[in-house]
């Protein structure tokens, strides 16, 4: 399983954003590279994620 931490920035099948929150089996990130105020709520074990850095997000 991925490790990530708040403040690390992910990109899932719903959005790209900061970490906002992680539990054992949640990530919670917002979609600011996007522009939009929306959170999501991903299982790590079910949902696609990867962590990227801000120059990836901002070339995408």
């Not at 929306?38 to 079910?46: C, H, M, Q, R, T």
Request: negative net charge; aromatic residues 6%.
């Amino acid at each position: 399983m991925k490790r990530v931490k708040i403040g690390d920035m992910v990109e899932s099948d719903y959005g790209k954003g900061r970490v906002l929150a992680e539990t054992n089996q949640w990530i919670i990130h917002d979609n600011s590279a996007n522009n939009s105020d929306s959170e999501f709520a991903i299982l790590k074990s079910d949902d696609h994620f990867k962590i990227v850095n801000e120059l990836e997000l901002k070339a995408s």
